[in-house]
């Protein structure tokens, strides 16, 4: 096998505006967040092509498949106590649209089980507040480093004793970090349309601020967290389409932590 240097500073594509998925900024309100510590397994996309093996380039050889693997696109984000459906036959064969649902080891029909609610980690939905959602989150390389610097902010929706206890410290007060996966308002269809910070060395609280008074935020907490030293630039959740992305993030909202902002019942 020839030697292959370990670092990114061969370009393998163009600058070039893509015309099918051009980009253009924002966000949507409504994200999902894990703790970076509940990170149990990362599975990367696999694009499948064709590649001729015997020096006949027209097409008319013997072909070989080629799988190549980009670092900065993820398939799946298990956590733990999460399983893979069939995980064993299909994931060296991943392809568009060969979709396998992330289901916890938990048997959500044992009534038996005690600790039914605790038995695998699980998301948080974040529903972002303010009149910009996640204003001034971004990305900015160390050239000291050759790291990047992640930055995410966003505006509570809600304020109150309960939130305060059960979110803001918590969120706050965690050393490891968070991972956090983003829905861009493009939907047309491009690998960047569900962005993730935090998956190398997790998102940490650098600032939170409240103002009581503040109309633009509500009188709601704002915060900024941020990631040091991430080797990657832009990671995207991705599975060859938006619509099968979409299914994969959706699935991660499936099993958040049960909560939808209305009074305890007696």
Known sequence: ???TPCDSS?????????????????????????????????IYYHEHAENDVDGDYSGGGEQETV?????????RILLKG???????????????????????????????????????????????GGATPYADTSEEYDADSGTFTKTLTFTAPRAGAEFS??????????????VVVLQRKDKKGGDSAFPILGLDNGLIAS?????????ENGGCYSFTLTETYAP????????????DTQNEFNSYLKYTIDDHGGAEED
Request: glycine share 4%; charged share 30%; with cysteine.
């Open 1 to 3: 096998m020839a030697y």
């Open 10 to 42: 061969q370009i393998g594509m163009s600058a070039q505006k893509n015309c099918l998925f051009p980009a253009y900024a924002g966000l949507q309100t409504l994200a999902v967040m894990c703790r970076w510590e509940d990170v149990n397994r990362i």
């Open 67 to 75: 799988t190549m693997q980009n670092k900065n696109r993820i398939k």
């Open 82 to 128: 999460w399983v893979n459906e069939n995980e064993e036959k299909k994931e060296d064969s991943y392809k568009q649209g060969d979709q396998l649902p992330s289901e916890p080891t938990h048997d959500s029909d044992d009534d038996d089980d005690e600790d039914d609610d605790t038995s695998y980690a699980k998301w948080i939905a974040i529903e972002a």
């Open 165 to 178: 206890s059960e979110f803001i410290e918590p969120l706050l007060r965690n050393k490891n970090g968070w």
């Open 207 to 215: 600032e939170a601020s409240l103002n009581y008074t503040d109309g």
């Open 232 to 243: 990657n630039a832009e990671m995207d959740l991705w599975w060859g389409n938006y619509h």
